[in-house]
């Protein structure tokens, strides 16, 4: 089993910058990599962004290219993303997740989900 905790979320302005972090426990060795993924309402749950732990290689989503930063931290096992420029379309619930498969773009391929956060983006 692996658990994961997200945290970091809130409203800010449009413009603002928020930081989400992911605290991962438990048999986190098959993990291949890990990624960030939102949901908004009444649509579906997306990849935002995915880092391969081994490499730390990313991949983003294009929407959020050169706004957002994934990182990871082997020591403290966390993972980051670092959220800038934040736009109203932004606003979703945030989910870390952990995957052991190399499609790192697919919600389907991960095995292990956090409880999710918060992001708001006011105008």
């Not at 649509?43 to 989503?61: C, D, Q």
């Amino acid at each position: 089993q692996v658990q994961l905790v997200e945290s970091g979320g809130g409203l800010v302005q449009a413009g603002g910058s928020l930081r989400l972090s992911c605290a991962a426990s438990g048999r986190t060795f098959r993990r291949y990599a890990m990624g960030w993924f939102r949901q908004a309402p009444g649509k579906e749950r997306e990849i935002v962004a995915a880092i391969i732990w081994s490499t730390g290689s990313t991949y983003y989503t294009n929407s959020v290219k050169g706004r957002f930063t994934i990182s990871r931290d082997n020591a403290k096992n966390t993972v980051s993303l670092q959220m800038n420029s934040l736009k109203v379309e932004d606003t979703a619930v945030y989910y870390c997740a952990t995957t052991p498969s190399m499609n790192v773009i697919r919600a389907s391929e991960y095995n292990y989900w956090g409880q999710g956060t918060q992001v708001t983006v006011s105008s």
